[in-house]
Every structure is written in structure tokens, then in C-alpha cells.
């Protein structure tokens, strides 16, 4: 338990948490909407700090990141908890654990010095802060994120987006690339996560401000944010913000509480696909589906293929200096430690 960052202290021993976009009034003996940040006496603490309920190796490829150190491994963590209650969540029993198990806080103990170590120890160039949602492990993810950097390692964020402004700027300097949902419009945030769209693009604009390399996903679930209208709001968003920008569209299976729909058709995919490329987007890549050519990289000025994938292996990469081997011209991205 530690005591949190970004709150207020308010009459009659209240808290108003700062840290995401809820803003919860949280009363004495109350905990916020993730349900990992409790008043005590008019102290706001963080529940889960130090508290790793998940950790392993992936390729950063699985964040998904495809334009950020390819090829490289991430230590990737997590805590309990979310601020969101997305009905199709794929990680929901530690996402929505504190909200619906005993409103106990499990999870192994580690030091930021254990998980930069573990880390530094595998091989892995980064720190990924994932599964659940970073922001609600905030503190712990700050003081793992400042550490690696002093250890020269790199710090992800796979997140919502629904950050309040604050922790952007304080998390922003030890962040090195933030995958973020851009999930539909702002109907389908307050129907199936309970939060609303407005956030999230703010998030999206100032993290590529503030220099993290930034890559955006979205799962396509069949009537929920499949129309053209839905699809090609977001990707004029993300246009708008660089269409640099590598956008994810993944497809859906049934899961948690969202089992009425079926699986997103492969077609619904490539529609999206079309409808971000007719939108001026230079890089856009198919998830959850076997769709071989829709993983590559090509460069955006010759069409060159430039990084080939198997799943979330990189087979090829024949990006130099950042640059296209064939044109020469500059492909957008982190390509080396
Ligand atoms: S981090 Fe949790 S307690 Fe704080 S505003 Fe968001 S949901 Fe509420």
C-alpha cells in the first residue's frame, strides 16, 4: 500500500482521485471506480502497489507494437484492477477482480528494483505495463518506469488512454511507446466500458506531443463499432493527429459478459482496412486473424516491403537508420536501442 498520487484532499476526510479521467469523490472507508485506490482517513493509497499478479516475456510485437525495437523482447506486468468494465474484456478476471472477487488485492511481491532486475536479467530491452490497465498501478508502474530508464531500459504502456493530463506529463519523460485503444465512438464508451471517448483522443494527441511513440488499436466488434461511420471517424481521428500513426484493428471472439455476438467476420477487417487507407493512413495492420500480407511493413513512399511477420515474430527487417533500404526515405518508428 502506498500513499497515492494525484488527489485532493477535500472536507469531512473526502478524496477526489485525479489520476484518470473518472475523477471519483471518494469517500472515507471508500474505494474509487477501479476499486484499487481506498480512502483511509482522508488519504488517498494505492492498493496494488508492488503487487504483480501477472509477469512474463513477450515479444513486443504482442503489445501490439510493430513499429518499436521489432524483434525485441518486453518484461510485461500487471496488477489487479481497472477503470474501465468493457463487457468483452480478454483478461477480465484479474481486470475486474477487485470489482467482482472478494475485494481482496492479490498478486506477488516485487520492488521496482525485482522487476527492472527480472527484466535486465531475461534480455529484454523494455518494460511493458499491460494486461490491465497501467494507469490504476500508476505509482508502482512510475517508480518501475524511472528506475528502468536509469538501467537503460526502455518503458511501454499498452493502455485506455483514459489518463488524466497530470499523469501524462509526470509519466511521459520515462515512456518510451504507449499502445492505446481508440475503441469507437463515444456511445460505445459510455454503453459497453462505462467511461467516454473525449479522454482517450486527448491522451492519444499528447502522448505523441510529449515525444512517446505511439501506436493505436482497435478491436472490431460486429454492430457495436463496425459501420463505416464508426470506422472512418477513427481513422480521420488518428489522420488528424499523424497518419504515421500504426493503427491495429483486431478481430473479436465472444468472450465475458459480450457472448451474443458472433466473431468478427475476416471481411469486416479488411473493410476497415480500406476505409484507413481511402483515410490517408500510411501503416495499418490486421489482428486475431491469419492474414499474412496485412502484417508487413511496407515503406510508405515506394511500397517496398520492409519488415516481414509470422504472428507476432519478426521474420526480416530491413529497415537501416531508420530509413528504407530501397528509396531511402524515412519509415516512422523506434527502430534501435
Ligand atoms: S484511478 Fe480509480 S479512483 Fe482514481 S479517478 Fe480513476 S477510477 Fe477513480
Redesign the pocket.
Known sequence: MKE?M??EKLDDRRVR????????L?GNRE???????ENRDGT?YSLVYGKVISSQIDPIEKKPLYHFLPGSSSFSIATVGC?FRCTHCQNYQISQYPKEGSFSIPGSDMTPDDVVNAAAKSGCESISYTYTEP??F?EFAYDCAKLARERGLRNVFVSNG?T?EEAVRSIAPYLDANNIDLKGSDAFYKEVCGARLGPVKNTIKRMKELGVWVEVTTLIIPDLNDSDKDLSEIAEFIRSVDPSIPWHISRFFPTYLLTDKPPTPVETLHRAYDIGRGKGLKHIYTGNVPDREKQDTHCPSCGSLVIRRHGFQMVENTIRNGSCTHCRSPVAGVWTV
Open positions: 497515492a494525484f488527489y482521485c485525479r489520476l484518470c479521467a473518472h475523477n471519483c471518494i474505494r474509487g471506480l477501479c476499486a484499487v485506490r488517498l477503470n494507469t490504476i500508476f483514459y488524466s
